[in-house]
């Protein structure tokens, strides 16, 4: 049913799934990406799912850029 409501809103086939990486990733960002806070928030049984799946990295980050430069002696 959502993905029937999604394509005739024109944005394309939407899954319920969806949803729980959208959450995930909104906790995450929220959290600092405290894993056990989103596992906790979402009722993932371990931190390790949401480590390999959601926990990305943000390579346009600031902070992650000024960690780059520093250990390859660019800053």
């Known amino acids: 049913m ?3 409501a999604s394509v005739r809103a024109g944005l394309g086939k939407i899954k319920p799934h969806a949803f ?5 990733t ?3 960002d929220a959290s ?3 894993l056990v806070v989103a596992r906790d928030a979402g009722g993932w049984a371990s ?3 949401l480590d390999e799946i959601y926990a990305h ?3 346009h980050d600031r902070h992650f850029v000024a960690a780059l430069d520093k250990v390859w002696g660019l800053s």
Do not use: E
């Open 2 to 4: 959502l993905g029937r």
């Open 20 to 24: 729980r990486h959208s959450f995930a």
């Open 32 to 34: 600092d990406g405290n």
């Open 26 to 28: 909104s906790v995450l």
């Open 47 to 49: 931190t390790q799912v």
């Open 57 to 59: 990295v943000d390579l």
